[in-house]
């Protein structure tokens, strides 16, 4: 069973950053197993795709962060990351992590950590 724990949000000013966290726990080299994702969930709004990673550590983003977000991790810690710069008002929601096996398709999701950009 994989736990997933995600830190680091707050308020913040349009412009400033934030890097939020995700711990993970509960596998051994969880990053040659799963592909790691972060989405976003804004208020009355579906949850989006941000960024991903994965287990060959390429990395894609949505085109409304690309530029602005970095996904990256952290092996010895089993620590997955997201650098937010340029923060926008558009970018406030809760932001989740997940975890995907690559051959069962299982997945797992944190609690999730808000973020609020607003001055």
């Known amino acids: 069973q994989v736990q997933l724990v995600e830190s680091g949000g707050g308020l913040v000013q349009p412009g400033g950053s934030l890097r939020l966290s995700c711990a993970t726990s509960?596998?051994?080299?969880?990053?040659?197993?799963?592909?790691m994702k972060w989405y976003r969930q804004a208020p009355g709004k579906q949850r989006d795709l941000v960024a991903t990673?994965?287990?060959?550590?390429?990395?894609a983003y949505a085109d409304a962060v690309k530029g602005r977000f970095t996904i990256s991790r952290d092996t010895a810690k089993n620590t997955v990351y997201l650098q937010m710069d340029s923060l926008k008002p558009e970018d406030t929601a809760i932001y989740y992590c997940n975890a995907r096996h690559f051959f069962t398709a299982t997945e797992y999701w944190g609690q999730g950590t808000q973020v609020t950009v607003s001055s």
């Open positions: 990673i994965t287990r060959s550590g390429s990395t």
């Open positions: 509960g596998t051994r080299n969880i990053f040659s197993a799963y592909t």
